[in-house]
């Protein structure tokens, strides 16, 4: 299948159009571009989503949280069942930024930079229901989009196909939750049926994977994907269930929560890394070490929040 579309006209005339980018590079550009890009990384949505699911609206942000699964998981199922490669595979001629690199391994098609901008800056939109806030998504879309061509890491194809499935993924959840609502059936029955996917893909990718290096890149994907899944099912759960964190707090309370509750899941994230590894080298770690953070920062971190909040109404009442 994607020796068909590599090697068609349409893919052609999409490779002319990187070339065509690639000459409007230079450095102050690829600096800026750079920067445009981490607007699509997984750090970007991990900040602004306990932003949203701690400190403003904990029922959006488990819609939130389920929409950006929703949309890992059909990414990856792509990436899967096309195996396009990336552009200088197809073009071993073809420069990109090398800075870019890095953080471009696996399949080409679909983007997950692009995916994430959308699901991301959409979502939020669709929580704020503002003209502004779909321009403002709109705009950073785009240029997540157009920054990953820029890079030469996507073609055209890859950006233009995220960007409906990310749509797609929004419509389909508010759907979803806004028919059957956002209680504890609803969200285990959502969150469950992303972690069987997640599972699935995993079982799927490893019998009919080769040796590639980038097949063995989708199945550590998948494997994140579904320590992930799991972790938002069951913290989710347990959360709903035992923990019912509330969201309110004063201001500085807010701070804390979020700069403390980001250093305790980036420590996990980073630290479990080389912890898991001296147990073992299989890509089934990264689910163990994506369970761990996901359930950690849903059902057990918040369990602080109860203590903070008192600190802040404590400290409100002597001041007057």
């Known amino acids: 299948m994607s020796e068909a579309i590599v090697s068609s006209g349409f893919f052609d005339w999409m490779m002319d159009m990187l070339r065509s980018i ?43 949280l389920c929409m950006f699964m929703s949309g890992l998981f059909i990414n990856q199922f792509l990436k899967a069942l096309f195996m396009i490669p990336r552009p200088w595979v197809v073009d071993p001629e073809f420069k990109i930024v090398e800075s870019a690199r890095e953080g471009a391994s696996g399949w080409s098609f679909p983007s997950g930079h692009t995916q994430s ?88 990718i490893m019998l009919t994977r080769d040796a590639a290096s980038d097949d063995a890149e989708t199945v550590k994907n998948a494997c994140v994907l579904f320590g992930s899944s799991f972790g938002l099912f069951a913290g989710g759960y347990v959360e709903k269930r035992f923990v019912k964190f509330d969201t309110k707090a004063v201001w500085w309370v807010q701070i804390i929560k979020v700069v403390l509750g980001f250093a305790v899941v980036m420590g996990l994230r980073i630290g479990l890394k080389p912890l898991l590894a001296l147990i073992s080298a299989s890509p089934l770690t990264d689910c163990v070490r994506y369970f761990v953070m996901i359930f950690v920062g849903l059902a057990v971190y918040p369990l602080l929040f109860g203590i903070l909040s008192k600190l802040g109404i404590k400290n409100r009442k002597e001041n007057g």
């Open 22 to 64: 690639a000459g409007l590079r230079t450095p102050f550009m690829d600096g800026v571009m750079s920067g445009v890009t981490w607007l699509g990384q997984e750090t970007a949505f991990i900040i602004i989503g306990m932003i949203v699911l701690w400190c403003v609206d904990k029922k959006y942000g488990y819609r939130f």
């Open 117 to 204: 901008a959308v699901l991301l800056y959409g979502g939020l939109a669709q929580r704020i229901k503002k003209a502004w806030a779909y321009i403002v998504a709109a705009v950073l879309i785009l240029l997540v989009g157009f920054s990953r061509m820029y890079l030469g890491v996507h073609t055209l194809l890859d950006v233009g196909v995220s960007m409906i499935t990310g749509v797609l993924v929004i419509a389909l959840c508010e759907l979803y939750f806004n028919r059957f609502g956002d209680e504890i059936g609803p969200f285990s029955i959502a969150s469950g049926v992303i972690a069987a996917l997640s599972l699935g893909l995993i079982v799927y």
